[in-house]
């Protein structure tokens, strides 16, 4: 059974960091492309990050470059996001979600885990 | 990259179908044929129903279907149902390996 768990998430003052983790398990890690869509409260989805097979390529949303960093650990079955100077525009939850195999979309979610930013 | 744009609300009685519209630009919906749809109930995490414009994954009733026209996917629902109402996200491939989302659509079932 796929599976990915997100884990990470908490209260954070502005400014500070935080570095998420998604562990999965019941596929072949190495084999798909993996993402994080982050969902503010009460608003819609919003793609972040997109990270290829051996994490040798990423793509971020335009106005989060430079701030967060995706990268995956295929040893451990794990990604992650690390996210510095954190705004209060940041707080969400935040979602791993597995690449449908050699495709764009996104078959499997986590439950997501909810940054805060806030003093 | 600018958000795909969905109506705010749809609502239709049950056995009814419904249409949601997603619009880009010819930059994402337009350019490619990797549109996806979600659905969302409360509280939990987005589900696949749609992917590459028309596929519909395994598990998914056939009761979902995708199209496209130009800059403009859509995902229609036929015989609605109590369980169908939730939030729907289109979403499209975007040049640059980017991603773009549409705001969502909240479905209501009278």
């Known amino acids: 059974e796929v599976q990915l768990v997100e884990s990470g998430g908490g209260l954070v003052q502005p400014g500070g960091s935080l570095r998420l983790s998604c562990a999965a398990s019941?596929?072949?890690?190495?084999?798909?492309?993996m993402t994080w869509v982050r969902q503010a409260p009460g608003k819609g989805l919003e793609w972040v990050a997109t990270?290829?097979?051996?994490?040798?390529?990423?793509f971020y949303v335009d106005s989060l470059k430079g701030r967060f960093t995706i990268s995956r650990d295929n040893a451990k079955n794990s990604l992650y996001l690390q996210m510095n100077s954190l705004r209060g525009e940041d707080t969400a939850v935040y979602y791993c979600?597995?690449?449908?195999?050699?495709?764009?979309?996104?078959?499997?979610w986590g439950q997501g885990t909810l940054v805060t930013v806030s003093s | 990259q600018s958000a795909l744009t969905q109506p705010a609300s749809v609502s239709g009685s049950p056995g009814q179908s419904i249409t949601i519209s997603c619009t880009g630009t010819?930059?994402?919906?337009?350019?490619?044929?990797?549109v996806s749809w979600y659905q969302q109930h409360p509280g939990k995490a987005p589900k696949l129903i749609i992917n590459?414009?028309?596929q519909r994954p395994s598990g998914v009733s056939n009761r979902f279907s995708g199209s496209k026209s130009g800059n403009t996917a859509s995902l229609t629902i036929s015989g609605l149902q109590a369980e169908d109402e939730a939030d729907y996200y289109c979403?499209?491939?975007?040049?640059?390996?980017?991603?773009?989302f549409g705001g969502g659509t909240k479905l209501t079932v009278l």
């Open positions: 019941g596929f072949t890690f190495s084999g798909h492309w």
């Open positions: 010819t930059s994402d919906v337009g350019g490619y044929d990797f």
């Open positions: 990270i290829k097979l051996d994490g040798s390529q990423t």
């Open positions: 979403s499209s491939y975007s040049s640059g390996d980017t991603a773009v």
């Open positions: 590459d414009v028309i």
């Open positions: 979600a597995r690449h449908l195999l050699g495709q764009r979309s996104f078959d499997y």
